[in-house]
């Protein structure tokens, strides 16, 4: 089974970066796709970005086009989430999640098209 592990949140101040890593383990399929998620106090989870893997390729999508960066190591067993400028308004539980299968190697923005989740790492930006 797909496991999935968060961490490297923390408090910031504004103007600051944090790493976040996602530990990614028991995948069986060679077609899977990894996204960030974050969920704020009240809204709903929004998708950041996402790294996938298809057919042999890596394919990288970035949701929100700004200021964060996705990566990975070389066998995707993390994948990092690099946060730089960072505002109050990113404030939120941040969440790795995962889609494995055939034809499945895609990136996905909604929330329901993944099976599975890690626990989530807080990420609290100060003014």
């Known amino acids: 089974e797909v496991r999935l592990v968060e961490s490297g949140g923390g408090l910031v101040q504004a103007g600051g970066s944090l790493r976040l890593s996602c530990a990614a383990s028991g995948f069986t399929f060679d077609d899977y796709a990894i996204t960030w998620f974050r969920q704020a106090p009240g809204r709903e989870r929004e998708g950041v970005s996402c790294?996938?893997?298809?057919?042999?390729?890596?394919m990288y999508v970035d949701f929100m086009k700004g200021r964060f960066t996705i990566s990975s190591d070389n066998t995707m067993n993390t994948v990092y989430l690099q946060l730089d400028s960072l505002k109050p308004i990113d404030t939120a539980v941040y969440y790795c999640?995962?889609?494995?299968?055939?034809?499945?190697?895609?990136?996905?923005?909604?929330?329901?098209?993944?099976?599975?989740w890690g626990q989530g790492t807080q990420v609290a930006v100060s003014s």
């Open positions: 999640a995962a889609r494995e299968g055939v034809s499945r190697g895609r990136c996905r923005a909604l929330p329901n098209e993944y099976d599975y």
């Open positions: 790294i996938s893997s298809s057919a042999g390729n890596t």
